[in-house]
């Protein structure tokens, strides 16, 4: 096991690898000062001044991660009325009820033992652990554990800590699995939580995270997905980096289509753990594709600036002819598009959610644009629809046109494209 570096994160600008601690980082795209993404205002806050912070994103050129370079306070970025939920988009369910049974066959867990996940948002993930017959519990910080529990997924509302995993434990005993989706990342106290899981697990008991995949990202220009509570992103080889710190082995790993493109890192505890085939497979496969190396980190840079000028003169001449424009869906990195495109209500005037969202009523953050019932949309019928969950678009474009959606339909990413009805 190497000398661990210490992975607790203070609030502030961060001058090291999140990873290794190594200072030699170099810039890869710098998308100005933001508002933490999921601080979505209400009307009375639009008149008030809003935090902003930088956002850069950097690689460390010895372990491969690629990471922002400042840390927010996590209580501003997790706060008791943060308004996402796994539960409403069709296609994430599906993925995330399938976690349970995929893992569970995979490495035979029985049933009546215990799972937990780490922020277990409105317990999604862990009704499939539990349709499946194994003991769930999670653990959530925001008021969204109260849907968990009314739905019966009992949910501890805190944030995890070592601390917490101890009366975890003397509690409930020890977990046969472990999971972290679409979380792992975002976790500025990354010591004390992987510290929090070796507590937690049962001896070759399984961790499983989800996390977005670097490789991902820069294939398909996923600039929007850079966000403040995104702190890292994460290679296979840098986040075998980070199990070699601790009493864990990296024996597995899938991609996943989670979130636009993820990857399901499977580390059991203890070490020297059979190794599957897939980890050397996508080490080699980052290597051939020089994920380590300037070139596809410039290449990425270059389609981002032609990206954001597209769409921005897609909405531009679209309003200079007096013809209407919308958005679909506001997913966090809706804010780091509409922010770092200069894209305001005068050009975007609102932008749809579905009725149930709990952001219905709010305006994304820094650009002021208000969030409605899609109803909206199709009575009025706009020109273009800026597809802002255009990582899930296929599936959502199908739904819209069998309502009766007539607009062209456009997808900022990875390159500006426009469906026409």
């Known amino acids: 096991m190497s000398e661990k570096p210490n992975h607790d994160l203070l609030p502030g600008h961060i001058e090291q690898c999140q990873i290794c601690a190594s200072k030699n980082l170099l810039p890869i795209i710098h998308l100005g000062h933001q508002p933490p993404c999921d601080s979505l205002l209400w009307p009375e806050q639009l008149k008030k001044s809003e935090s902003t912070y930088p956002l850069n994103m950097v690689r460390c050129t010895d372990c491969g991660l690629a990471q922002i370079d400042y840390a927010v306070d996590p209580a501003e970025l997790f706060f008791p009325e943060y308004p996402y939920r796994s539960g409403?988009?069709?296609?994430?369910?599906?993925?995330?009820?399938?976690?349970?049974?995929?893992?569970?066959?995979?490495?035979?867990?029985?049933?009546?033992?215990?799972?937990?996940?780490?922020?277990?948002?409105?317990?999604?993930?862990?009704?499939?652990?539990?349709?499946?017959?194994?003991?769930?519990?999670?653990?959530?910080?925001?008021?969204?554990?109260?849907?968990?529990?009314?739905?019966?997924?009992?949910?501890?509302?805190?944030?995890?800590?070592?601390?917490?995993?101890?009366?975890?434990?003397?509690?409930?005993?020890?977990?046969?699995?472990?999971?972290?989706?679409?979380?792992?990342?975002?976790?500025?106290q990354l010591g004390s939580l992987i510290q929090g899981v070796e507590v937690l697990l049962e001896e070759g008991g399984v961790f499983v995270t989800e996390s977005h995949y670097l490789v991902d990202l820069l294939e398909t220009v996923q600039y929007d997905s850079i966000y403040h509570e995104h702190l890292k992103y994460y290679s296979v080889g840098s986040i075998i980096k980070l199990f070699d710190y601790y009493d864990f082995t990296v024996v597995d790993v899938d991609r996943i289509s989670n979130y636009g493109g993820s990857i399901r890192v499977y580390a059991m505890k203890g070490k020297g753990h059979t190794v599957k085939e897939s980890v050397q497979n996508l080490l080699a496969d980052e290597e051939r594709m020089g994920l380590y190396d300037a070139p596809i980190y410039d290449e990425f840079v270059a389609k981002v600036q032609k990206s954001k000028l597209d769409?921005?003169?897609?909405?531009?001449?679209?309003?200079?002819?007096?013809?209407?424009?919308?958005?679909?869906?506001?997913?966090?990195?809706?804010?780091?598009?509409?922010?770092?495109?200069?894209?305001?209500?005068?050009?975007?005037?609102?932008?749809?959610?579905?009725?149930?969202?709990?952001?219905?009523?709010?305006?994304?953050?820094?650009?002021?644009?208000?969030?409605?019932?899609?109803?909206?949309?199709?009575?009025?019928?706009?020109?273009?629809?800026?597809?802002?969950?255009?990582?899930?678009?296929?599936?959502?474009?199908?739904?819209?046109?069998?309502?009766?959606?007539?607009?062209?339909?456009?997808?900022?990413?990875?390159?500006?494209?426009?469906l026409e009805p």
């Open 88 to 188: 409403i988009t069709s296609t994430l369910v599906s993925n995330l009820r399938s976690t349970g049974p995929t893992i569970m066959d995979r490495y035979g867990l029985e049933k009546n033992t215990l799972a937990i996940d780490i922020g277990s948002n409105d317990g999604t993930l862990l009704s499939g652990f539990k349709d499946a017959g194994m003991r769930v519990l999670g653990v959530e910080p925001t008021n969204i554990a109260d849907i968990a529990n009314e739905n019966g997924i009992e949910t501890k509302q805190a944030f995890f800590t070592k601390e917490l995993a101890k009366d975890i434990a003397e509690e409930h005993g020890q977990a046969s699995v472990v999971t972290a989706a679409n979380m792992f990342a975002h976790v500025a």
């Open 311 to 418: 769409l921005q003169k897609l909405v531009v001449d679209a309003n200079a002819r007096a013809e209407s424009v919308v958005g679909i869906g506001s997913p966090g990195r809706a804010s780091t598009l509409l922010n770092y495109c200069n894209i305001d209500p005068i050009l975007m005037p609102t932008i749809a959610e579905q009725s149930t969202s709990l952001k219905l009523g709010l305006s994304i953050p820094g650009v002021h644009i208000p969030i409605v019932d899609e109803a909206q949309m199709f009575e009025n019928q706009p020109d273009y629809a800026v597809m802002l969950s255009w990582h899930y678009w296929e599936p959502i474009v199908e739904k819209l046109r069998a309502k009766g959606l007539r607009s062209k339909i456009v997808l900022p990413l990875p390159e500006v494209t426009v």
